[in-house]
């Protein structure tokens, strides 16, 4: 399961969200069923950023979530998230089919 989560953040505050972001992954990697994360600021708009996460499974993401630490460093940040889908499945044969006749 892949997590992206996009932010909207002001460009002065570029150096301290960065280190927002990395604790959030921090908090994260702690986690059961992390598998890796990362964060990075868009290279047009230096107010827009993203925290890019993949789990185990969608189980693991949510438990993640729900954890005192992951909830205490995403608190500052996440105020910055903009309001949008952010679980995607990972699995390329979840979203291809051999067949390109075949509808989903």
Do not use: C, Q
Not at 9 to 15: F, K
Not at 19 to 43: I, K, M, S, T
Not at 72 to 80: I, L, S
């Amino acid at each position: 399961m892949l997590v992206i989560t996009r932010f909207r953040a002001p460009s002065e505050r570029a150096d301290a969200f960065a280190a927002e972001l990395r604790a959030v992954v921090d908090a994260l990697a702690a986690r059961p069923g992390y598998v890796h994360g990362f964060a990075g600021r868009n290279l047009d708009d230096p107010t827009l950023w993203t925290l890019t996460t993949r789990w185990e499974n969608v189980g693991a993401y949510r438990r993640a979530l729900s954890s005192y630490d992951v909830k205490v460093a995403a608190a500052r940040p996440y105020a910055h998230a903009l309001e949008e889908p952010s679980a995607y499945t990972d699995a390329y044969e979840d979203v291809v089919d051999d067949d390109p006749t075949a509808r989903r």
